[in-house]
């Protein structure tokens, strides 16, 4: 079946260094990728999204290229800030029976200090 | 800007209760999904709908009902509550069709004692 896996956290860094979160998948067909962000105490927010091969998501400085050939969707920002500490979760679109359910990989925590 | 509600933001209950975990879009969207999020944050869909009177068990067992009598509300009940249903429960929806993405509710947590 449909799955997403996402590297573990937490992840640690300082402020202004370079952020890589890993995602990969697996899906039949043509899924939608996506990355959700997740502020503590509060739902998920829709960070950025490609719906097709080479496509770049991009939002608030971050970025993802939607890599077939891989099956990778991975997160990076050139600059992290205090403010980006948050959960961040990968997920696709399942399109291959109809259903268009969506499927979350397990959240990457991260955490920038000052 | 989403606008999907859930009330209450915060519930804590004594074991036995029954509950009702209220969830409300005014986006016109078809689709709604209940998640339970664990400690680890890790989100399990519990029930899915693609429009009125349509319901469906989602991945994950669980003891709860929902019903969609609405377009725009969604909610889930538990008939009594026990200990380990104490978790964060995330409502979410979306227009039908492929190539769109989910807006979330800001939560409930529940915690049953």
């Known amino acids: 079946g449909n799955s997403v896996t996402q590297m573990e956290g937490p992840v640690t860094l300082s402020e202004e260094a370079f952020l890589t979160i890993n995602c990969t998948y697996t899906a039949t067909g043509y899924p939608s990728l996506f990355w959700y962000v997740q502020y503590p105490g509060e739902g998920l927010q829709l960070l950025l999204k490609a719906t097709k091969a080479d496509d770049k998501g991009s939002n608030k400085g971050f970025e993802a290229t939607y890599r077939k050939e891989t099956t990778s969707f991975h997160l990076e920002k050139g600059s992290v800030q205090v403010s980006d500490s948050a959960v961040y979760f990968c997920a696709l679109s399942d399109q291959t029976s109809g259903t268009y359910k969506y499927i979350f990989g397990t959240g990457t925590r991260l955490k920038v200090l000052a | 800007e989403a606008d999907i509600y859930q009330t209450p933001r915060y519930l804590v209950i004594g074991t036995g209760k029954k509950i009702t975990l209220e969830c409300s879009q005014t986006?016109?969207?078809?689709?709604m999904y209940w998640y339970q999020q664990d400690p680890g944050m890790e989100l399990h869909l519990i029930h899915y709908?693609?429009?009125?009177?349509?319901?469906e068990k989602g991945d994950l067992s669980s003891e709860s009902t929902v019903s969609r009598i609405r377009t725009e509300h969604f909610p889930l009940t538990l008939e009594s509550a026990r200990p380990s249903h104490t978790s964060q429960y995330l409502c979410a929806s979306s227009p039908l069709g492929p190539n769109t993405e989910a807006f979330f509710g800001q939560g409930t947590r529940l915690t049953v004692v």
């Open positions: 986006m016109g969207h078809d689709k």
């Open positions: 709908s693609y429009g009125v009177n349509s319901t």
